[in-house]
C-alpha cells in the first residue's frame, strides 16, 4: 500500500495512502480536467455528487452488484495532501473556496466540494435524527416508515460501517469550557459521538484528516465502491438532465479545469437506467433547475433549509488554544428540545475548532479592536449556536435559484421567529460563559463590544438590533429544497427519495429532508440513505448488502 512519512510527536510514523494504493491497484477514476476529447460512458446507475449520500449510495448499489458511476465537481485529494494549512484546504476542498453565501450575503455558508464531499471537511460530530424531528415529518408530511423504531436499524448499520462511537478522550479546554459553565448554571450537556477510528486527537478535522482516522466517504464507502467495480469522474459537474418523457435520458457532464473554476469546453455524456442525485441541497435544485424538471407545484428548491449559526466569543486567563485537539465532544440539547418542536426556535450548543483565518473572517470589528482579539488568540473560546428552523409556522426556509451564469443561489431570509432564537441564544451563550470564568465576552455581532459581566451582556444583548449584516450568521448544514412527503403537493420525491412524476430519478442526501433537524445532519444522512439506496437496489432486481465496518 502507498505510504507517506509523518514526522510526529513521539517519532517517525507512517500513514496508509487509501486512495493512492487504489490508483495503484488500477481504480476506474477519470480526471475530467484533463480530458482531450468528449466522451460518453453508460452504467446502471449514475450518482451525482460522492459526499454523505452519494457514497453510500455508491458502495450499497455497487456490492449489490450494480454498474455504478460517480460524478463529483470537485477534485480528487487525499491525506497525502492535506497538510492543516487553511490557506491549502478552503480553495481547494469547498464550495467557492469556503466563500459560499446567501444571495444577500447575509449568511456563509461552509460546504465541501471534493471527492467525499462536506464528510472529509466536518468536523465528526454525529447524531441520529431527533425524535422529535421524525415525528414532526410522520404527522405534517405523512411518512410513515420514519419513526423512531424504524429508522433505528439503519442507523445502527451505519454506525457500525462508520465507526461512530461516543468521545471517550477527555475533551480540550475549549469543549470543557462549555461543559463547566453549563455544569455550574445546572444546564446538562452529554459527550458528541464521532466517527473516527484511531484519531490523533489533532484538531484540524476542517482540512482533511491527515492521518486517515475521520470515516469519511473518501476512506470508507468510495473506496469499496471502486474496489468493486464502480467508476469516478472528478472535477465533473452536472450540468443538466436530459428527458424523455417521464424519464432521464443522460445526464450532460462539463469537465472542470483542474483549479475547479471554469468548465473546459469537454463534455462527458452519461447514460444509465437509474440517475440518483446527491450533490446537496443547494447544487440539487440548481442541476433540477437547468433541466427544467417536472415541478408541477413549483416545489424544487423551496423549503432548503439552514441551521442559522451563531456565535459568542469569550476571552480567558488560562490558554484555551481551540486549535488543538477534537474540535466537537461536548454538546447541549437543552434549550433545543424545551419548548415544543414548533413552538419557538430550539437551539443546540457545540463549540467550533478555532483556527486563525476561520476566527478572523467570523469576528467582527477592523483595524485596532480587531488585532487586539486576534493577539489573544490563544486565549479565546467560542460558543455555537445552531438554531432549529422549519418547524414554526412563520418557518419557511429558503429558496434556492439560478443567477445569470446558470449557478445555483440560496435566498434565505431570516424570519422574526429564528431572530427571537438568536437573542435568547446570544444570552444563553455569554451566562454559560461568564459561568465558566471568562473575564469578558463579545457576542459577535457588528455592534456589540466585549462585556466585564453578565449583567453588563444581558442588558447590551438585549439591546442588540436583530437584523441582516449587523448579526454574524453561518451555517455549515443545508438541507431541503428536493424534500421528501407521501403528497406531491408537498414535497418533491416519495418517501423512498423517488422524484414524483419522473420513473428513474432519485434524490439521496440532505436535500430529501422536508425541514431541518436540529442536529449535525451527517449521520441523518447516513441512516436515511442507506435505507433509500437498499430498496432502490432491489427496486433494480438486486438484493441488497449488509454493510459492515469491514465492507
Not at 462536506?118 to 404527522?139: A, C, G, I
Not at 460501517?161 to 452529554?190: F, I, M, Q, Y
Not at 486517515?212 to 443538466?240: E, F
Request: proline share 6%.
Amino acid at each position: 500500500m502507498a505510504t507517506i512519512p509523518v514526522q510526529t510527536q513521539t517519532g517517525s510514523s507512517v500513514i496508509p495512502d487509501p486512495i493512492k494504493a487504489g490508483l495503484q491497484r488500477g481504480w476506474k477514476v477519470t480526471d475530467c480536467s484533463a480530458l482531450q476529447q468528449d466522451q460518453a460512458i453508460e452504467a446502471d446507475v449514475a450518482i451525482i455528487g460522492s459526499g454523505a449520500g452519494g457514497g453510500v449510495t455508491a458502495e450499497i448499489l455497487t456490492l449489490a452488484g450494480l454498474n455504478v458511476v460517480i460524478l463529483e465537481e470537485g477534485p480528487l485529494k487525499s491525506s497525502s495532501d492535506f497538510k492543516m494549512r487553511e490557506a491549502q484546504a478552503y480553495p481547494t476542498l469547498y464550495q467557492e473556496g469556503a466563500a459560499r453565501k446567501t444571495r444577500d450575503k447575509t449568511i456563509n455558508i461552509l460546504q465541501g466540494r471534493t471527492v467525499g464531499g462536506t464528510t472529509v471537511v466536518n468536523w465528526t460530530s454525529s447524531f441520529r435524527t431527533p425524535e422529535d424531528t421524525l415525528n414532526y415529518w410522520q404527522s405534517q408530511f405523512g411518512l410513515k416508515d420514519y419513526s423512531k423504531d424504524a429508522m433505528a436499524p439503519w442507523f445502527d448499520m451505519m454506525e457500525q460501517r462508520l465507526h461512530v462511537a461516543k468521545w471517550e478522550v477527555p475533551p480540550n479546554e475549549n469543549n470543557s469550557l462549555l461543559a463547566k459553565g453549563s455544569e455550574n448554571l445546572g444546564v446538562p450537556t452529554d459527550t458528541i459521538r464521532r466517527n473516527v477510528n484511531g484519531c490523533w486527537n489533532l484538531g484540524y478535522c476542517g482540512m482533511g484528516c491527515p492521518t486517515n482516522a475521520k470515516q469519511s466517504m473518501l476512506v470508507t464507502t468510495i473506496p469499496s465502491a471502486l474496489d468493486h467495480g464502480a467508476r469516478l469522474l472528478h472535477h465533473a459537474r452536472a450540468w443538466q438532465l436530459a428527458f424523455n418523457g417521464d424519464q432521464v435520458d443522460h445526464v450532460v457532464v462539463q469537465a472542470m479545469a483542474a483549479d475547479g473554476m471554469a468548465p473546459t469546453g469537454k463534455f462527458v455524456t452519461v447514460r444509465a437506467k437509474h440517475y440518483v442525485l446527491a450533490g446537496g441541497a443547494i447544487n440539487n435544485p440548481g442541476l433540477l433547475l437547468r433541466s427544467k424538471a417536472p415541478d408541477p407545484h413549483g416545489l424544487i428548491g423551496r423549503r432548503t433549509f439552514l441551521h442559522p449559526t451563531i456565535a459568542s466569543a469569550a476571552l480567558f486567563e488560562q490558554k484555551v488554544e481551540g486549535y488543538s485537539g477534537a474540535p466537537q465532544s461536548v454538546y447541549s440539547d437543552h434549550f433545543l428540545h424545551r419548548d415544543a418542536v414548533d413552538g419557538p426556535v430550539g437551539y443546540k450548543l457545540e463549540v467550533p475548532p478555532q483556527h486563525p483565518v476561520l476566527m478572523s473572517t467570523t469576528l467582527q470589528g477592523f483595524g485596532q479592536a480587531h488585532a487586539d482579539m486576534m493577539r489573544q488568540f490563544p486565549h479565546v473560546h467560542t460558543i455555537l449556536a445552531l438554531l432549529r428552523d422549519g418547524f414554526n409556522p412563520d418557518s419557511v426556509g429558503g429558496t434556492v435559484g439560478l443567477n445569470d451564469y446558470g449557478l445555483p443561489v440560496l435566498h434565505y431570509p431570516i424570519t422574526p421567529a429564528v431572530w427571537d432564537g438568536v437573542r435568547r441564544a446570544l444570552l444563553t451563550m455569554a451566562e454559560i460563559q461568564f459561568a465558566a470564568g471568562a473575564k469578558s465576552v463579545l457576542p459577535v455581532h457588528e455592534q456589540a463590544q466585549s462585556y466585564t459581566s453578565w449583567e453588563q451582556a444581558k442588558a447590551a444583548i438585549n439591546a442588540l438590533p436583530m437584523q441582516d449584516h449587523l448579526m454574524r450568521v453561518v451555517s455549515a448544514h443545508v438541507m431541503g429544497g428536493c424534500g421528501m412527503a407521501s403528497d406531491p403537493s408537498k414535497g418533491v420525491v416519495d418517501g423512498n427519495g423517488r422524484y414524483f412524476g419522473v420513473q428513474n430519478l432519485s434524490v439521496h442526501d440532505g436535500s430529501l429532508f422536508p425541514t431541518s433537524i436540529g442536529a449535525n445532519p451527517q449521520l441523518s444522512i447516513y441512516g436515511v440513505t442507506a435505507r433509500l439506496a437498499s430498496r432502490l437496489a432491489e427496486s433494480l432486481g438486486k438484493q441488497a448488502p449488509r454493510l459492515n465496518a469491514a465492507a
